[in-house]
């Protein structure tokens, strides 16, 4: 059995469309959607993941702002921006770049950002609206997972899902979308024993750790939906936590790096950033 690819990209190029479309209509409303990106210092992914995001808003017409603020900023100045940026009408969208710098207050900078623009779902009134089950702005990387598992057509009530990860960014959000979903689900994570008694068991199988390698075709469960939402650099080439060659004679589905969760998590924040310039609007 080969697994059928769950192509991201293709997905992603859609959601995009859709995005230039929605954005067309407000602009015919005399709104610009605009999106603001704080870069604090130079780690080098950082500066390409905005990069690529930029992009994106180039190629959906929604007006970007990228704010490139130095390594030794203090937690002042920083707060000071976020504030300007977050009292500026025109902006509807603030994404803070993470990581930021060791020095400073990670939690206490996002918590400047308002709920309302936080694009990124990172804030403590949105990732607590996830916990409770009511409206609020979704992580985008969760959100791109979801999706794709749509794209399987495999219905995931009842189904066991396994993610492995617990990061703020990805495995907390991605398994409380899933239980949202109605699946039963089992979180594993760096200090789980025997991480393949789990994995052989999940329905969904979603890998968020950044290790190469991590899951091979032996710990999965024949049929399955992996979705491969780690990033990791080998010898220079993006790869995730998927053993593909091994994993694909298994899986029924298989979402890869790269091509997969990347594209989408890029696509989803266009969609949050339009669906917020719509909610001003009372589209
Ligand atoms: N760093 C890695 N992924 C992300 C993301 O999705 N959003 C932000 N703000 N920073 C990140």
Redesign the pocket.
């Known amino acids: 059995m080969s697994a059928i690819l769950l192509d991201g990209k293709q997905l992603s190029r859609e959601l995009e469309a859709q995005c230039t479309e929605r954005v067309q209509r407000l602009k015919e409303q005399g709104i610009i959607p605009g999106l603001a990106f704080i870069l604090v210092g130079e780690d080098p992914a950082?500066v390409v993941?905005v990069r690529s995001k930029n992009k994106a808003c180039e190629r959906c017409g929604i007006r970007s702002v990228t704010l490139r603020l130095p390594e030794s900023i203090s937690q002042e100045e920083l707060e000071q921006e976020l504030n300007k940026l977050a009292g500026d009408e025109s902006i509807h969208g603030m994404?803070?770049?993470?990581?930021i710098p060791k020095h400073l207050d990670e939690a206490a900078a996002i918590a400047c950002i308002p709920p309302e623009k936080d694009v990124?779902g990172?804030h403590q009134m949105n990732a607590g609206s996830l916990v409770i089950g009511t409206d609020g702005m979704r992580?985008?990387?969760p959100l791109g997972i979801m999706d794709l598992l749509a794209l399987s057509g495999v219905d995931p009530c009842g189904k066991h899902a396994v993610v492995i990860g617990r990061s703020a960014?990805v495995g907390k959000p991605a398994a409380l979308l899933l239980l949202e979903a109605n699946c039963t689900v089992t979180i594993c994570h760096s200090k789980t024993e025997n991480l393949a008694s789990y994995t052989r068991q999940a329905d969904i199988l979603v890998s968020a750790v950044g290790k190469a390698g991590l899951i091979t075709g032996d710990m999965v469960k024949p049929g399955a939906v992996v979705i491969d939402a780690g990033i990791a650099r080998v010898e220079g080439k993006v790869t995730g936590d998927i053993e593909r060659g091994s994993v694909e004679q298994v899986a029924g589905y298989l979402s890869p790096v790269p091509g997969g969760c990347g594209p989408m998590?890029i696509a989803e924040?266009m969609v949050n950033t339009v669906s917020i310039a719509e909610k001003k609007a009372h589209v």
């Open positions: 950082s993941y994404l803070l770049q993470l990581p990124d990172f992580a985008c990387s960014i998590t924040l």
